[in-house]
């Protein structure tokens, strides 16, 4: 048992510094981070309301996840946020052959199939989160 809830404090612990690193990142560079989301041909027109949104959404998830009572809802919430980000990766890749770079910091440095591969472990990080807080 402590194991197991150590492991989802672990997990827990890197899902929030990693949201708050890329949610402080994308409001630092707010306006270049909207323009490069207009410019993306899936989001386009709604560029500008998920700029806005994404990051209180990963801020609110942190949130979720530091809170030892609300953090089954934030592991479940961090699942469901990087199948949608490792999904709309994979879409980019195949379907949008001009690719805006839409990330920040350190992330923007990777190559979109970097990027990919990135979102595929720390999605199945937040699995193994959902599991561990399952099966407790």
Same mark, same amino acid.
């Given at each position: 048992?402590?194991?197991?809830?150590?492991?989802?404090?672990?997990?827990?612990?890197? !899902?929030? !510094?990693?949201?708050?690193?890329?949610?402080?990142?994308?409001?630092?560079?707010?306006?270049?981070?909207?323009?490069?989301?207009?410019?993306?041909?899936?989001?386009?027109?709604?560029?500008?309301?998920?700029?806005?949104?994404?990051?209180?959404?990963?801020?609110?998830?942190?949130?979720?996840?530091?809170?030892?009572?609300?953090?089954?809802?934030?592991?479940?919430?961090?699942?469901?946020?990087?199948?949608?980000?490792?999904?709309?990766?994979?879409?980019?890749?195949?379907?949008?052959?001009?690719?805006?770079?839409?990330?920040?910091?350190?992330?923007?440095?990777?190559?979109?199939?970097?990027?990919?591969?990135?979102?595929?472990? !720390?999605?199945?990080?937040?699995?193994?989160?959902?599991?561990?807080? !399952?099966?407790?």
């Amino acid at each position: 048992m402590k194991k197991r809830n150590m492991m989802i404090n672990i997990i827990s612990a890197i !899902f929030i !510094f990693l949201f708050v690193y890329t949610a402080l990142s994308k409001l630092y560079t707010h306006k270049l981070f909207a323009q490069s989301l207009e410019e993306t041909p899936i989001i386009g027109h709604i560029g500008i309301y998920i700029a806005i949104l994404l990051p209180l959404i990963e801020l609110g998830i942190s949130l979720l996840l530091l809170i030892p009572r609300t953090r089954k809802w934030g592991l479940y919430s961090t699942l469901t946020l990087m199948i949608v980000f490792t999904l709309y990766i994979g879409y980019m890749i195949v379907f949008t052959p001009n690719r805006p770079c839409t990330c920040g910091g350190v992330i923007e440095k990777m190559t979109w199939t970097q990027h990919l591969v990135f979102n595929i472990v !720390f999605t199945l990080l937040a699995l193994a989160g959902v599991i561990l807080v !399952f099966s407790k």
